[in-house]
């Protein structure tokens, strides 16, 4: 076979739309294997259900896990590693990722603010320049998507939004960051996006009610059961069908047979913003 043959075959190959591809997931125990054990389970771990055989689901979530040492210990550095040209990956933390880093004992908190601030802490004896979220999920998005991966940056899942009896649900500052983050980076036309996970996980909760909210936040108002990781889970997937990102493209289920009375209806959101 001549090399240029061989070029070209190779070329056609990688723009194949139907090329089996991984999607990458990063993030902490409400998405990861296992959840935060107790019984509890990571939405992640039913993301697969919703694709067909051309996609692959690496869950690479960790539980306890912030944007801080999801960089300081190589899990963004071991998917990098691995990463081909037409995979995706899907970013979400801030459960973990809030406070003040001079006083965190757990050394995983980052530093308030949504720029360039840093916060230098000692950790295991040594220096260690703590950046925002916003920095470090930047940080990540920009190598892989250099590598010529695709990025969902992912708000974080809501804490159970009746914990106190009523519902009530208001979107911590990691949502307005995560957005923040596709933006600035260049959005849909740079292959990042940008999926509202909390609000449509939210929306499924309230239209379930008090009752079975507090089945299945079984542990504490954070982390979920198996059917609430499900639930969260097809939650994800209708903000990506609502959204703009072609990995919706790969989806089994149309819109249309994922809305209703469980997960609910596409958000005003995405009439308003390039998601």
């Not at 990956?89 to 360039?116: L, Q, W």
């Not at 992912?154 to 208001?170: I, L």
């Not at 260049?186 to 996980?201: C, F, L, R, S, W």
């Not at 819109?255 to 596409?266: A, D, F, K, N, Q």
Request: glycine fraction near 10%; charge should be neutral; hydrophobic fraction near 35%.
């Amino acid at each position: 076979m001549k090399l240029t043959t061989l070029f070209l075959l190779l070329g056609s190959a990688l723009a194949d739309p139907c090329r089996t591809r991984t999607v990458w997931l990063c993030g902490d125990s409400t998405m990861a294997p296992g959840g935060g054990h107790n019984g509890t389970e990571g939405w992640g771990q039913y993301l697969h259900y919703s694709f067909g055989s051309s996609i692959r689901v690496n869950n690479s979530a960790y539980a306890g896990r912030s944007a801080r040492t999801f960089t300081r210990e190589g899990r963004f550095q071991a998917i990098m590693d691995k990463i081909t040209p037409g995979d995706w990956v899907v970013i979400e933390f801030g459960h973990n990722d809030g406070g003040t880093p001079a006083t965190d004992t757990k050394y995983r908190v980052d530093c308030p603010g949504m720029g360039s601030e840093t916060c230098p802490v000692t950790y295991n004896n040594q220096t260690e320049i703590v950046q925002t979220y916003v920095t470090y999920l930047r940080n990540a998005s920009s190598i892989f998507l250099s590598k010529g991966a695709k990025v969902i940056i992912s708000s974080p899942t809501p804490n159970n939004p009746y914990e106190f009896g009523n519902y009530s649900w208001t979107p911590t500052i990691y949502q307005y960051y995560s957005w923040y983050v596709a933006q600035s980076l260049g959005g849909p036309e740079a292959g990042i996006y940008y999926v509202n996970h909390g609000d449509y996980a939210a929306q499924a909760v309230k239209l379930l009610g008090p009752q079975v909210a507090a089945a299945n936040y079984p542990m504490d108002h954070t982390h979920l059961s198996p059917h609430f990781a499900d639930l969260f889970a097809q939650a994800f997937v209708l903000g990506l069908k609502c959204g703009t990102a072609p990995l919706q493209g790969r989806l089994v289920n149309a819109t249309s047979r994922i809305e209703g009375p469980v997960l609910g209806t596409c958000l005003s959101v995405n009439a308003t913003l390039p998601i």
